[in-house]
């Protein structure tokens, strides 16, 4: 749509942060108030729509974006949400290690062990490591604590944690990123690893290296989304 609005300001509610185009109240496409939990996360919205040329393109406004499934999407069904989420447990990339070669497998070990002994001392629970695509089973007590802690988190987090385990396949990764402060650009490049090998071996064409920075950016942006949650 045309750009309808001269600025775009914060402005403190009942409810949350409020983002008021030329002093009208912005809402979701749930008509409910596009109200957000800290002062960080309302200025990185309002900026979204500060930076729209003539057109208003939602597609250049991924907080805004995320913002809006935490209220009309994640909000009204949070346990049910974080339990979808939680649910990368069971076949957590991490967990699922190449058989060959050895170099390929080296280089799982090495980035993807740290991440596991991470999780394990952070939450106290124990993984099960295969190799090959035959699934093994989690410990079911480890299920259990992993859903507990996703389920804790508020729909704004949930919001930005869904796109980091969607994306990289992992619970672990994503976790790492929101509740350890480990590197998302790190992370990425770990959750890519298999990619990577392909590349290195094969070869990749324009249209995948593209789709590959695309969700590399995406990646980065639901970390950053999730960092201005924080008050």
């Not at 930005?160 to 929101?178: H, K």
Request: proline share 5%; aromatic share 8%; hydrophobic share 45%.
């Amino acid at each position: 749509m045309k750009r309808f609005y001269q600025d775009a300001a914060v402005v403190a509610g009942e409810s949350g942060f409020e983002i008021h185009l030329d002093g009208r109240p912005v809402r979701t496409p749930a008509r409910e108030p596009l109200a957000l939990p800290t002062h960080r996360l309302a200025e990185a919205v309002a900026e979204e729509w500060r930076a729209q040329g003539d057109v208003v393109d939602p597609r250049s406004m991924p907080f805004t974006g995320l913002a809006n499934g935490a209220i009309d999407q994640i909000a009204p069904n949070r346990e049910s949400f974080a339990a979808g989420i939680a649910r990368y447990a069971e076949s957590d990339l991490l967990c699922y290690r190449a058989e060959g070669p050895t170099e390929l497998v080296v280089r799982e070990s090495a980035a993807w062990d740290p991440l596991l002994e991470w999780a394990m001392a952070r939450y106290d629970v124990a993984f099960r490591v295969t190799q090959g695509i035959i699934p093994v089973a989690q410990p079911d007590e480890t299920l259990a604590r992993l859903t507990a802690v996703v389920t804790a988190f508020d729909p704004f987090t949930l919001a930005g944690l869904s796109t980091l385990v969607t994306l990289s396949g992992s619970l672990v990764c994503g976790l790492a990123v929101v509740e350890g402060g480990h590197d998302a650009d790190l992370i990425w490049t770990a959750a890519e690893i298999d990619e990577a090998w392909e590349v290195e071996q094969w070869g990749e064409d324009k249209e995948a290296a593209a789709r590959s920075a695309q969700r590399r950016h995406e990646f980065a942006m639901a970390r950053a989304f999730c960092e201005t949650t924080r008050a």
